[in-house]
């Protein structure tokens, strides 16, 4: 009975060590097409504006430009739309590395964009010469 054990334990061991993780090689033969380009830019879009700190924060153009910039970077980052899909894009439990990048990069670009809408707004609010006079 104890050598029943031990074996299984040894093969538990061994198997669990085997298992690959979610950080597999990406391979270099899917790239983004326009209209990929186009569908994620869109679904994050949506994603986002049913989000309600992102609507509160950011106008509608704003927050287009917001999902642009997401998926560019992740775009730059990942240039295998088949792996990024697989391992970002269509999936629900990212791994905490993938997680990581992925806020950092949203982060990033909700900076970008929070400037560019505060310059805009900035610079349309000044009164032009005809509205002086």
């Known amino acids: 009975m104890k050598k029943i ?3 299984m334990s040894i093969v538990l061991l061994m198997s669990s060590c085997s298992v690959m ?5 990406q391979p270099s033969n899917s790239v983004w097409t326009e209209s990929q380009r186009n569908y994620w830019v869109t679904l994050y879009f949506m994603r986002m504006s049913e989000d309600e700190s ?5 106008t509608p153009f704003f927050l287009h430009a917001l999902a642009s910039c997401i998926i560019k970077q992740q775009e730059n980052l990942y240039p295998n ?3 990024w899909e697989r391992n970002i894009g269509l999936n629900r ?8 990048v992925v806020h950092r990069v949203a982060r990033d670009c909700a900076d970008i964009t929070l400037k560019n809408q505060l310059l805009h707004f900035k610079l349309n609010q000044q009164p032009n010469q005809i509205e002086t006079l």
Do not use: M, S
């Open 5 to 7: 054990l031990i074996y």
């Open 21 to 25: 993780t979610a950080l597999d090689v």
């Open 54 to 58: 992102a609507r509160r924060n950011f």
């Open 81 to 83: 739309l088949t792996w």
């Open 93 to 100: 439990q990212l791994h905490p590395e993938h997680g990581e």
